[in-house]
């Protein structure tokens, strides 16, 4: 795709706040046009608290990525993930998009999307043991699991993404938010 706008594409492990810094940064741009953040379509039930996604059941998002409805879609944590391809349209009209993105699946959005604008947020592990403690979905086992994971994805990311910028989570929203908001820009 030859490209006039800009994709951001928003990584980071489940935990840090990947949800929080977009609905921040959405407040903060009251709705300037220029900047359009992708829903994804998730084959999940809402939750209290989770992100303002779309849910789809499993059959239905098959039938959307069968007629090709989705510029991106993944698997992870036995959901099914999917980007709208709506996106394309809006990065030729010279739009600045937002995606909440996967850190797994990055190397394939590369592919498609060469200029694409890879964000980091990154938090420490002991904060994000203490989230993903709050959030009560999983065990003490599988929240290790998730930090040791962690720390070989951003090890990877480190080595292997050639423009990669990364944004802490540790402290205020709202340091973060205006970070995050700044590279947009």
Not at 8 to 18: C, E, F, N, R, V
Not at 128 to 143: D, N, P
Request: hydrophobic fraction near 35%; aromatic fraction near 8%.
């Amino acid at each position: 795709m030859n490209s006039t706008g800009r994709l951001i594409y928003l990584i980071g492990p489940s935990g840090a706040g990947k949800d929080s810094l977009i609905s921040y940064a959405r407040k903060r741009l009251n709705g300037e046009s220029s900047v359009l953040f992708a829903r994804r379509y998730i084959t999940r039930p809402p939750l209290a608290n989770d992100e303002n996604h779309i849910p789809l059941s499993y059959e239905d998002f098959l039938e959307r990525l069968k007629k090709g409805f989705f510029a991106m879609h993944w698997q992870s944590h036995s959901f099914h993930y999917g980007i709208g391809a709506e996106i394309d349209l809006w990065i030729r009209q010279r739009c600045k998009v937002v995606v909440n993105g996967s850190r797994s699946y990055l190397p394939k959005a590369l592919d498609l999307y060469p200029f694409l604008e890879v964000i980091l947020l990154d938090v420490s592990d002991d904060h994000l043991k203490q989230r993903l403690k709050a959030r009560g979905r999983e065990t003490t086992e599988g929240i290790e699991t998730r930090l040791k994971h962690n720390r070989q994805m951003k090890r990877a990311l480190m080595t292997n993404v050639r423009k990669l910028s990364i944004i802490n989570n540790d402290g205020l929203l709202e340091s973060a938010g205006d970070q995050f908001i700044r590279l947009m820009h």
